[in-house]
């Protein structure tokens, strides 16, 4: 006994006490084969062009996107997410320049594919916002609204073009309803049975979005909320899961995610297929800017998100710092 009660019986502590105990007892450990790194290449320009609310990230240029690739995969990263970014001039309503053969996007995927082969996992962005004039991840009806199935025929080109360019995986992440099937058809039709689809299933309309906006030359005006979920939504989410497995979707997405680990869980948990998670640009400003002000430790908070993620039940995680973390692990 002592002087106030009784001796606790179990003792937790016990197994904190040192780093080689802590280490030991990990129930979750991140591994670079776990990361995916997002990546924006951006056409006509000779040198990489910095993201100012991603300080740390840039519009690649070809060639530095080519040294990006290789350096993730000598640091053991998975794969690799392609965001093109096209010439202003090649913007128009119905996003043409993401289906030209020679667009920015499939140009990257050809160079990419021809640096590094298969030894990272080329992934595409299939989506019109970073093509459309408008912004919207669709193209528009007569009254400005995005038509979900018009948009469909676009996706299943953008499929096409992108599995001629040799990438592995595509991820749609416009929010269409019935895309995921749509692409699988077009896919499978034009002989890219192996092309897996990494379904942007649940995806939030999220202001934590902002600063990829800026990193993409996006020029949407207003918002996305006519087609990515309601925040305050979690029932919904499994709808859309249910639904991307029924379409074929070969992996599935939760975006964003420290927002959203609960959905995270929950996705992990009833999904049969593996889960991503993406961290996204809001994400990596924050702790970032925060870094910047001596506000909190950068390091160990990247390495603490990231954790929390793979906690909640990611398999993997796109994350802007992915070769940096890869790295240090
Ligand atoms: C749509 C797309 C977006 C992101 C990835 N794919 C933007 C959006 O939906 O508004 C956001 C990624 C990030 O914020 O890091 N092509």
């Known amino acids: 006994m002592t002087k106030y009660g009784s001796f606790p019986g179990a003792r937790p502590r016990r197994l904190r006490t040192t780093p080689a105990m802590r280490r030991m007892v990990a129930e979750h450990r991140l591994h670079p084969a776990d990361l995916i790194l997002p990546a924006f290449v951006r056409e006509g320009i000779a040198e990489p062009v910095p993201i100012?609310?991603?300080?740390?990230?840039?519009?690649?240029?070809?060639?530095?996107?080519?040294?990006?690739?290789?350096?993730?995969?000598?640091a053991g990263v998975a794969g690799i997410m392609l965001f093109g970014v096209p010439e202003d001039a090649k913007k128009d309503g119905a996003g043409t320049a993401g289906t030209d053969s020679d667009g920015i996007l499939q140009v990257a995927i050809r160079d990419v594919r021809d640096e590094v082969g298969d030894d990272l996992i080329i992934m595409s962005d299939l989506c019109l916002d970073e093509f459309t004039d408008h912004g919207h991840c669709g193209v528009l009806d007569a009254e400005g609204r995005v038509d979900?199935?018009?948009?469909?025929?676009?996706?299943?080109?953008m499929a096409q073009v992108q599995a001629d360019a040799g990438v592995h995986?595509?991820?749609?992440?416009?929010?269409?309803?019935?895309?995921?099937?749509?692409?699988?058809?077009?896919?499978?039709?034009?002989?890219?049975e192996d092309v897996?689809?990494?379904?942007?299933?649940?995806?939030?309309?999220?202001?934590?979005?902002?600063?990829f906006?800026?990193?993409?030359?996006?020029?949407?005006?207003g918002d996305r909320k006519t087609y990515q979920q309601d925040p305050a939504n979690l029932r919904e989410s499994m709808r859309e899961l249910a639904l991307d497995l029924a379409e074929g979707a070969d992996m599935v997405m939760v975006k964003p995610a420290l927002p959203y680990l609960d959905v995270l869980a929950k996705v992990a948990e009833t999904a049969d297929v593996p889960v991503a998670a993406y961290q996204i640009s809001g994400e990596y400003a924050?702790?970032?800017a925060a870094a910047e002000k001596g506000w909190i430790d950068r390091d160990k908070a990247i390495l603490e998100a990231l954790?929390?993620?793979k906690r909640a039940?990611?398999?993997?995680?796109?994350?802007?710092?992915?070769?940096?973390?890869?790295?240090?692990?």
């Open 313 to 329: 039940g990611a398999d993997m995680i796109l994350t802007y710092w992915a070769t940096e973390v890869a790295r240090g692990l």
């Open 307 to 309: 954790t929390g993620i």
């Open 286 to 288: 924050m702790i970032e």
């Open 169 to 192: 995986v595509v991820a749609p992440s416009g929010m269409m309803d019935g895309q995921v099937g749509v692409i699988r058809d077009a896919l499978d039709q034009t002989s890219h």
């Open 213 to 221: 906006r800026e990193a993409v030359g996006s020029s949407l005006q």
């Open 196 to 211: 897996s689809i990494l379904a942007y299933t649940v995806k939030y309309s999220s202001a934590f979005y902002g600063p």
């Open 52 to 74: 100012s609310a991603m300080p740390g990230v840039v519009q690649h240029t070809r060639d530095t996107l080519r040294k990006a690739a290789v350096e993730a995969v000598e």
């Open 148 to 157: 979900n199935d018009a948009t469909l025929e676009r996706y299943a080109e």
